[in-house]
């Protein structure tokens, strides 16, 4: 139980006090009311006696009785009615209410920290209302009257005849039959008389000369001169008087204006009175019309015509009898006791002291002993109870029947002056006066006597004041006898069905549990006597329980919130709206945040419907906002319902201040930071063979990987536009900002271009949402055409629809639980700031058949594709947290997040757009497949724009043409078959013999220094116009490796008029191409052993190109033709084909591979430029009767782009030292000799099926030759991966390791080539030696001068080479030094000397060659040699 202001100990003896009757004559009462009190409200402060009082026992000790008090209350012939006790308890409880600004309770248990009041004030004032209100009863004396005062005014005619009409009266009411109310104590009731006197009005001498008359009839122990009214009332407000009286009355007051329209009630009388106000404090009130014997109603009487069971759980108040005219301000400005000085107030005191030391106590000890006479008497006994007691406890007990063995005898009475009941009364009577010893013992013997009867009502009563005593009694003699307690308990409740008594046992008993520390039994009490008769004790005693759980040692704190919402629930049935949204706020402590989600959905949900009730109506909207926005557990029609409330209870907010800022609303959820802005128009869909720039959209998913891409290709295009540099200001477009890019900057939006906002919506819930009228919140901050800001800020939704306009969204249906993407526009059409704030719109859930409450459709709700049942307007904002810092020190050590601009873009001037389409563009191509396609540019803004570039990391993919291919028109015969390339057709003289044209890669975009990647668009006239669109070819060539290729482009361009914002705008596109396999081409390159071609210079080479067929007809391809093979180079050139079969038939069909044979020759003098010019020397050997121009478009182009990225290469830097320049010098010189720059261009053509029509393919294989001796493909080979090898540690011993030729590079400096006769006849019998001349060729193949030695010495030992060639000597001189000078050609004339027949191989001897100019930087090294077979005949 919760904590109270009294001890257990203060509170039983003020809850049982000798009660005293008031009889008032007419002019006494119009006295005591010139101060609105009646006089027994007016003794009522000062009811306790404030000194110790004594009395003697029976046995004549002297017995002390501390802090005693006295009830006096005017005399009531009828008893209150259940229904208004009922409502005076539902008032006192509904206005007791927390104080404001209580500080609660902290109480720590576990987990849980809890703010509980520690007090409950309306339990209190309920539990002292519910003991005073207790009607007399028949089975007990407690509250029966033991004295009657008779008041008489001194101003009356004849006092002392009043005096007796008023005794008169009260013998009437005591012991006439017609009366059976009020319940007196004794026959012999205590007469005090009392005469009141009007200190201000009244004549001092008469009144004293009346008390002195009245000593002499009544004595001075039974009468009393009391003198009030010490000033008259209209200088009441002369001087501050205390008013004691106000905390009395005050709880009949509240009740009458907390909660009923009625004010506090006044009775007129119906005579000769004055409009007398009447006390609210309806049970110790009477008021009587002028004649005494005319007793009015009880104040708590139900109006005849309402219904008694009309309880005070329902809404309708209790009408009072009489006619109620005074309204609730009547009584706001009323003080009470108006008339009274401070001296009047001691005399009232001092009044009350004389009559309880006078004539009451002395009446009690006389009656006690008279009854202790009478018991003794009529039982015979020979000693008085009191000296019996010990004996009665010192362990002859009766065994207890239990209850449920005695038969139902509550009906029993006894007559009043039955025995049982005389100990009964002497018991109650001690009770009264604090002799706990004496009263136990006689409510024991009674409780025996009771029982043996089986009086049931009786024996419980006994029972229960027996435990009280035995608990008061001072000393503790003996423990608390709960059992006794809960014995009465169950008999009032199961056989006397007498629930207000149980009531009162349960709430003694609790509280003596309570003071015991025994938490768990006052609870288990508690709990046992809710039942359903009465919600408003049930509630209390739930809530007291509660209490006890929490106070418990250690705390029981889910039990405490259980019986808290219990209550709460009980509270609310019995109209307690305050108090059960008061309980179930303290229970949504323990459960809140703790997983029990449908518990807490309950208790707000509950909380929410209270709070409405009580008008608190922001309450109610957080209640019901946390059952939707925590992830409810709740099944879809609980859900709707919740949803539907919500929406009820907000619609009903809103409508109070319709003209207030919108409400945030907690559904749907919205991902703020999944938000992603996207500045530009929609991308147009495919037309026909159209297909637009797939540019950016919201569609594309993020991918970090492809943005870089992006971002480097952007850098790229501005390095090359800016010179090489990119501009410090410069940070790449952005067009789509998401949670990935980079939102440190406010972004730049174009006026007039859409920006489009996609907000991420999820609902929770399982019931769909409907949102309607969905727009975006946003503010506008306009700038004029100069930049100066103007100061007006156009705010929120209306805005100015000039400035921007705002796109609306009629419906957006959500579906249960599911996740949705919104995506709202805005047109900006004036330059300026803007800050996108939220989105707002109607919250709604579409019309099921079921209502709340019946709550149906409103009128006027949104008709659309679905019927809203009810909704609300509202916003949510977006706020999104930037990126986290991470940069100093001080960031790192501290939570610090960076902005987000993405939402508050700055809208600048027009700029050019441009739009690009693809016509015929191809979606799969055969690997190096030539096919042509058209681009057209369109400028779809109202500004001009120029620099169009496009920039790609797969330069090789495509190409507009070089700078000729606009004005070179093409052959008619290529046009017949729609062939990408420049044909021209030749005769068939021609065929094995090369064509030789020239082209300059500086034509084709391609130059020393230039960015390849980045290809400037040949628009006519440099600038597009606004409106203007252009067409222009685009040849595409197949990737080289199959499968599937992403290319981008990147278009770039800029408005003719320069932005300072702005500087350039891009477009995106990439192209997805499919390849299948087509042709592998390998190739090597050989010195020609032959050193003369016909020119009679030196160097050829010999060209060997394995052509494969390696496509799998996937494509349909039937076979390949090879058409032509051209070469390109800036020194050799293709002469002429060697074939090696007679088969002159180029065509591969599936896995096939061919194998071509060509000369090579180095270029003439003349046709060779310088060596840094671009030209290129191109020579095509055809295999048909059309020559592709392999020196135009496309087929150059495409070789130049396979070329750039040999060209990108970094070139040797030159190094600091002399020394080791020269080094360098001779290493490239040296390097140069095996190296050979001969590129083979394979054009082909395929034949394929496709739908039964034959087609037919074109396209090219580019084979770049760079070393001697080493093959080259077409196609980059897969490496095999090595095989994993034990890691070897080891030291370096020298980090600097010097350039250094390969072995290969060195023995390539010197050609050697013999001369001599294939075969040689000599007639050996004739001459036994045969002597054959060999010419020794030496060419230097270096650009510089090289020692050469030569050395004819047999070096080979070994008896296989012996075998192989047989054994020869070289005559003459055996060692030659040359020095060879650049490319000069040598010739010796040797002699081989020969003794038999055979074959022999004359390639013995040993070439020597180092640079001349090199000393010690490389030893000489061998060259390579040539076997050179030669015949020996006999003749």
């Not at 007990?140 to 009657?148: M, Q, T, V």
């Not at 096919?931 to 057209?936: M, N, Q, T």
């Not at 061919?1154 to 310088?1170: H, I, N, S």
């Not at 050609?1311 to 060419?1339: A, D």
Request: charged share 20%.
């Amino acid at each position: 139980m919760a904590q109270c202001v009294q001890s257990v100990q203060e509170l039983i003896p003020d809850s049982f006090v000798p009660c005293v009757a008031a009889l008032c004559s007419d002019e006494a009462e119009r006295l005591t009311r010139l101060n609105h009190l009646s006089f027994a409200e007016l003794l009522k402060p000062f009811s306790r006696l404030t000194s110790e009082v004594h009395m003697r026992d029976p046995n004549n000790q002297l017995h002390v009785i501390k802090n005693l008090k006295i009830a006096v209350s005017n005399i009531i012939t009828q008893p209150p009615q259940p229904g208004a006790i009922r409502k005076l308890l539902n008032d006192v409880v509904s206005g007791s209410q927390p104080a404001e600004g209580l500080v609660a309770n902290v109480i720590t248990a576990g987990d849980y920290d809890l703010n509980i009041s520690a007090t409950t004030p309306w339990f209190e004032s309920y539990r002292e209302t519910f003991l005073q209100s207790m009607p007399a009863s028949d089975h007990e004396f407690l509250n029966h009257y033991l004295a009657c005062m008779l008041v008489a005014s001194s101003s009356e005619a004849e006092p002392v005849e009043q005096f007796s009409k008023l005794s008169q009266e009260q013998h009437r009411i005591q012991h006439n039959s017609d009366y059976s109310y009020p319940k007196w104590f004794i026959p012999n009731t205590l007469k005090y008389y009392v005469l009141l006197h009007d200190v201000s009005a009244g004549d001092e001498q008469r009144a004293e000369s009346i008390y002195e008359e009245m000593k002499q009839k009544y004595g001075t122990q039974g009468c009393y001169l009391l003198k009030i009214n010490s000033r008259t009332s209209n200088r009441a407000s002369d001087e501050q008087i205390p008013d004691p009286w106000s905390q009395y009355l005050q709880k009949n007051s509240i009740q009458n204006q907390e909660s009923y329209e009625d004010g506090p009630c006044t009775i007129t009388s119906n005579k000769n009175s004055d409009s007398n106000l009447l006390s609210l404090d309806g049970l110790d009130n009477e008021v009587k019309d002028g004649l005494p014997n005319n007793f009015r109603a009880h104040p708590l009487q139900l109006d005849s015509s309402s219904d008694p069971s009309n309880s005070m759980d329902g809404p309708d108040h209790v009408k009072f009898a009489s006619s109620l005219h005074e309204t609730k301000k009547a009584n706001t400005g009323i003080i009470h006791g108006a008339c009274l000085t401070l001296t009047d107030h001691d005399r009232i005191r001092q009044f009350i002291q004389e009559f309880t030391f006078r004539g009451l106590l002395p009446h009690i000890e006389k009656t006690i002993r008279q009854l202790n006479d009478q018991l003794i008497s009529r039982k015979g006994l020979s000693r008085s109870l009191f000296s019996a007691t010990k004996k009665w406890f010192s362990g002859s007990k009766v065994p207890e029947k239990s209850i449920n063995e005695l038969k139902n005898t509550s009906g029993l009475l006894y007559p009043p002056e039955a025995p049982e009941l005389q100990i009964r009364k002497m018991a109650d009577l001690c009770f009264l006066v604090q002799h706990y010893d004496l009263a136990y013992s006689c409510y024991h013997t009674a409780k025996k006597d009771f029982l043996n009867d089986q009086a049931m009502l009786y024996a419980a009563g006994a029972l229960e004041m027996a435990a009280v005593s035995a608990f008061l009694q001072p000393g503790a003699p003996r423990p608390y006898p709960a059992h006794y307690m809960d014995t009465a308990i169950q008999t009032y409740r199961d056989i006397c069905k007498n629930m207000v008594l149980a009531e009162r046992c349960v709430l003694l008993s609790a509280e003596i549990l309570k003071s015991q520390s025994k938490y768990s039994e006052a609870a288990a009490l508690l709990i046992r006597l809710t039942s359903e008769d009465s919600d408003l004790r049930s509630a209390l005693l739930l809530e007291q329980a509660a209490h006890c759980f929490i106070n418990m040692k250690s705390p029981m704190v889910r039990k405490y919130a259980f019986h808290m919402i219990l209550a709460g629930h009980r509270f609310s049935k019995a109209g307690q709206k305050k108090h059960a949204l008061r309980c179930y706020c303290q229970a949504m402590q323990v459960y809140k945040g703790k997983g029990w989600s449908l518990a807490e959905d309950h208790i707000n949900f509950t909380i929410g419907r209270q709070s409405y009730t009580l008008r608190q109506l922001d309450n109610a909207v957080s209640a019901f906002r946390h059952i939707l926005i925590n992830e409810s557990r709740q099944s879809a029609a609980q859900q709707g319902a919740f949803l539907r409330e919500y929406l009820y209870v907000y619609k009903n907010v809103s409508q109070l201040s319709p003209d207030g800022p919108l409400p945030q609303l907690p559904l749907p959820y919205i991902n703020s930071s999944a938000t992603r802005v996207f500045f530009g128009h929609d991308r147009r869909p495919a037309d026909g063979e159209k297909q637009a720039a797939t540019h950016v959209s919201l569609d594309q998913e993020y991918d970090s990987e492809s943005s870089q891409q992006w971002r480097e290709l952007e850098e790229q295009v501005v390095a090359v536009v800016n010179r090489g540099v990119i501009p410090t200001n410069f940070y790449p477009t952005q067009y789509c900002l998401n949670s990935y890019s980079d939102n440190s900057r406010f972004p730049l939006a174009v006026v007039e271009e859409p920006i489009t906002v996609e907000v991420a919506f999820r609902n929770p819930l399982k019931v769909p949402l409907l949102l309607t009228d969905l727009s975006l919140l946003w503010k506008f901050q306009p700038k004029d055409s100069s930049g100066k800001d103007n100061e007006e800020v156009k705010e929120l939704v209306t805005g100015e629809p000039v400035m921007i306009g705002t796109e609306v969204i009629s419906e957006f249906l959500i579906n249960s639980e599911e996740s949705k993407v919104a995506r709202l526009k805005l047109f900006p059409h004036h330059i300026g700031e803007l800050h996108i704030l939220g989105v707002v719109y109607n919250l709604g859930t579409i019309q099921g058949c079921m209502t709340v409450d019946g709550i149906g459709a409103l009128p006027g709700c949104h008709t659309g594709k679905h019927s809203l049942s009810m909704s609300v307007r509202g916003r949510q904002d977006l706020e999104i947290q930037g990126p986290r810092l991470n940069n100093t020190k001080e960031e790192k050590t501290s939570i610090k997040y960076g902005p987000d601009r993405r939402l508050d873009p700055i809208i600048t001037e027009e700029m050019p757009l441009l739009e690009v389409f693809f016509i015929h563009f191809p979606t799969g191509l055969l690997c190096g497949e030539i096919r042509k396609a058209y681009v057209e540019f369109v400028n779809v803004s109202k500004c001009p724009l120029t620099g169009l570039k496009v920039v790609s990391k797969r330069p090789e993919f495509f190409t507009f043409g070089g700078n000729t291919a606009a004005l070179t028109p093409l052959s008619p015969s290529a046009s017949e078959n729609c062939s990408a390339y420049k044909t021209v057709v030749t005769d068939s003289t021609s065929v094995c013999t090369a064509l030789v044209s020239s082209a300059s890669c500086v034509d084709f975009g391609i130059g020393i220094g230039s960015q390849p990647e980045v290809i400037p668009v040949p628009l006519p006239d440099a600038v597009l116009l606004p409106g203007a669109s252009v067409q222009l070819p685009m040849w595409l060539r197949g990737p080289d490796e199959e499968g599937v290729h992403e290319i981008n482009f990147l278009f770039y361009y800029e408005s003719v008029q320069k932005q300072p914002k702005i500087r350039h705008r891009i477009l995106r596109h990439t192209a997805v191409i499919c390849t299948s396999r087509s042709l592998n081409v390998r190739a090597t390159v050989c010195r020609s052993n032959s050193l003369e071609d016909e020119e009679g210079r030196g160097g050829n080479m010999l060209v060997f190109v394995d052509v494969e067929n390696t496509n799998t007809s996937e494509a349909g391809v039937k076979e390949f033709h090879i058409v032509q093979v051209s070469s390109s180079s800036k020194h050799w050139k293709l002469q002429k084909s060697v074939n090696l079969s007679e088969n002159k038939d180029a065509k591969l069909a599936s896995r096939e591979k061919g194998k071509f044979c060509f000369k090579a020759v180095r270029c003439r003098e003349k046709e060779v430029a310088t060596q840094f010019s671009e030209k290129y020397i191109f020579a095509d050997i055809i295999f048909g009767n059309e020559q592709i121009i392999s020196s135009a478009s496309p087929c150059a182009d495409f070789f130049y782009r396979s070329l750039s990225s040999e060209l990108k290469k970094p070139q040797a830097q030159p190094s600091v030292h002399a020394e080791k320049q020269s080094v360098e010098d001779a290493v490239r010189l040296i390097q140069k000799c095996s190296e050979v720059d001969l590129n083979i261009v394979v054009l082909w053509k395929a034949y394929v099926v496709e739908d039964s029509k034959q087609l037919i393919l074109e396209g090219q294989h580019h084979v770049i030759l760079h070393t001697i001796g080493k093959e080259a493909f077409s196609c980059p080979q897969k490496q095999e991966p090595p095989e994993m090898e034990l890691l070897k540690f080891f030291r370096p011993e020298n980090t600097t390791v010097p350039l250094r030729p390969s072995v290969e590079q060195l023995s390539n400096l010197i050609k050697t080539s013999l001369h001599y006769p294939e075969s040689f006849n000599h007639p050996f019998h004739q001459k036994s030696l045969c002597l054959v001349p060999v010419t020794l060729l030496l060419s230097n193949c270096s650009k510089a001068d090289v020692d050469v030695i030569v050395d004819l010495r047999h070096k080979t030992t070994s008896p296989e080479a012996l075998e192989i060639h047989g054994s020869f000597t070289w005559l003459g001189q055996t060692q030659y030094k040359l020095q060879l000078k650049s490319q000069e050609i040598h010739s010796l004339q040797l002699k081989a000397c020969f003794v038999h027949t055979g074959v022999y191989n004359l390639g013995t001897p040993r070439v020597f060659a180092k640079l001349s100019d090199q000393v010690t930087a490389f030893e000489t090294s061998q060259q390579n040699s040539m076997p050179a077979l030669i015949i020996i005949n006999n003749v």
